[in-house]
């Protein structure tokens, strides 16, 4: 009896073992970036940038959904292959290389040889459910430092909520792709209209801009 029961038990843990349930990866998707754009002699110096920060719960690995307004949860088996953080700072970098607003564009700061610093906070970046309806939801906030003057010349906050057309984790990556890429994209029409013009007006004075 004790030799059957340790093979029963032996024939329910491999069964068990059939069954196992892998996590699945994810990655957002942006479209490639354009050819770098020829140096203007208007330019302004260096810039760097810092990889944008987010809170830990939504960018830790699982993707994040609030069934609530108070509740966060998560999809266990739904997870991030690239850290958002990695991908949203690569595709802000790709967008103003592709411009010619600075001398040049890096992810390491050089010092001296660094002239602006480009930082950034994803402040929300989720699956929300709204009773039947379900959006993607991404708010980003960024802000552009002089190093000569430690002042900050430049800040914005943009946001944008897209609807979750397909009912599954595909569908909501691909919502999170199109509300980030929305979000960097406002990021980026506002430092290249307002910032040229706030210099040029302000001269050598390092003058704070900031809309939201």
Same mark, same amino acid.
């Given at each position: +009896?004790?030799?059957? =029961? ?37 330019? $302004? ?7 944008? *920060? ?27 292959? +690239? ?6 700072? #690569?595709?802000? !970098?790709?967008? $103003?290389?592709? #411009?010619?607003?600075?001398? &040049?564009? /890096?992810?390491? !700061? *050089?010092? %001296? ?26 708010? @980003? %906030?960024? #802000?552009?430092?002089? /190093? ?20 599954? @984790? ?6 999170? &792709? ?11 029409? %506002? +430092? =290249? ?5 706030? +210099?040029? *007006?302000?001269?050598? =004075?390092?003058?704070? @801009?900031?809309?939201?």
């Amino acid at each position: +009896m004790k030799k059957l =029961t340790v093979a029963f038990l032996g024939a329910l843990v491999l069964a068990g073992c059939g069954r196992v349930r892998y996590p699945a990866s994810y990655v957002l998707t942006f479209p490639p970036p354009a050819p770098q754009a020829a140096h203007s002699n208007d330019a $302004l110096g260096p810039l760097a940038i810092r990889e944008f *920060r987010c809170p830990e719960y939504l960018c830790e690995g699982r993707i994040a959904y609030r069934p609530s307004p108070e509740e966060v949860a998560f999809y266990e088996y739904h997870r991030w292959a +690239m850290d958002p953080r990695q991908a949203i700072t #690569q595709y802000v !970098e790709d967008g $103003l290389r592709a #411009q010619s607003l600075f001398q &040049s564009v /890096t992810v390491h !700061e *050089r010092g %001296s040889e660094t002239a602006y610093v480009l930082s950034g906070n994803i402040e929300r970046f989720e699956e929300v459910d709204r009773g039947h309806d379900v959006h993607a939801v991404c708010t @980003i %906030s960024a #802000q552009l430092l002089d /190093t000569r003057t430690r002042s900050v010349v430049w800040s914005h906050t943009a946001s944008e909520t897209v609807p979750v057309e397909k009912r599954d @984790i595909a569908g909501v990556v691909g919502s999170l &792709s199109a509300a980030a890429r929305t979000v960097a994209d406002r990021l980026l029409k %506002s +430092m =290249t209209e307002e910032l040229p013009a706030t +210099m040029a *007006r302000n001269g050598s =004075t390092t003058a704070l @801009i900031h809309t939201r």
